[in-house]
């Protein structure tokens, strides 16, 4: 009974990690990252003792939570900058991205906050890096406009964040929109190209200006 006692408290104790960390995924995408760490325990089943012992704050336990966005968000900018065409590439950074907001608002913030002292800060820095040397190069082949700054596209992605619809699908369809409208007007020079299909967001909008 001793022997298996020690296994029993570490079966227990990643059953404790995994119920936090899919309260925390679930209360960031509803509530953003401002809901309580107590609020968390609750909805863990665990106290605010086991949550503060696995996660002492709450920048490690966001870092943890969204690990795997963040590392696929990592891959869509990687494979953006692989793309011989960098202005093209810098398009589907964007409207990928958008779309995987749009999915999560716990996310969204979590991509956007600049927490003090967290984790995944040299990751992070990666990323940025990346996003900057794709915009340059998108730049220099006259494909993006000269007076974009890579503010823009956090502009972007936070106006993208205030999208708020009924459903899920409705939401990505509307970002998906949204971040067509923003490419355009990314471009050197605008030219007038399809968007993707307008989400009804209002029962009474007309179907054109």
């Not at 906050?113 to 730049?139: H, I, N, Q």
């Not at 993006?144 to 106006?159: H, T």
Request: with cysteine.
């Amino acid at each position: 009974m001793s022997d298996r006692l020690p296994q029993t408290l570490r079966s227990d104790a990643l059953d404790n990690r995994e119920s936090i960390l899919d309260a925390a995924r679930a209360l960031f995408s509803t509530g953003g990252l401002d809901v309580p760490m107590r609020e968390i325990a609750r909805r863990a089943g665990v106290g605010p003792a086991t949550l503060y012992r696995r996660f002492p704050t709450k920048q490690a336990l966001v870092a943890e939570a969204f690990a795997d966005q963040l590392r696929a968000c990592r891959t869509i900018v990687d494979e953006g900058c692989a793309d011989p065409d960098p202005w093209r590439g810098l398009c589907q950074v964007i409207e990928r991205i958008c779309e995987v907001h749009a999915r999560d608002r716990g996310f969204t913030e979590a991509f956007l906050a600049a927490l003090p002292g967290e984790p995944d800060a040299a990751g992070r820095a990666y990323t940025v890096g990346a996003l900057a040397g794709l915009a340059r190069r998108a730049k220099d082949a006259g494909r993006l406009r000269s007076d974009f700054v890579l503010d823009d596209l956090i502009l972007v992605f936070m106006a993208n964040k205030g999208i708020r619809t009924r459903s899920t699908a409705t939401q990505v369809a509307a970002s998906r929109r949204f971040a067509g409208l923003a490419i355009q007007a990314f471009a050197a020079e605008p030219r007038p190209l399809p968007l993707p299909p307008a989400p009804r967001l209002a029962q009474t909008a007309p179907d054109s200006a």
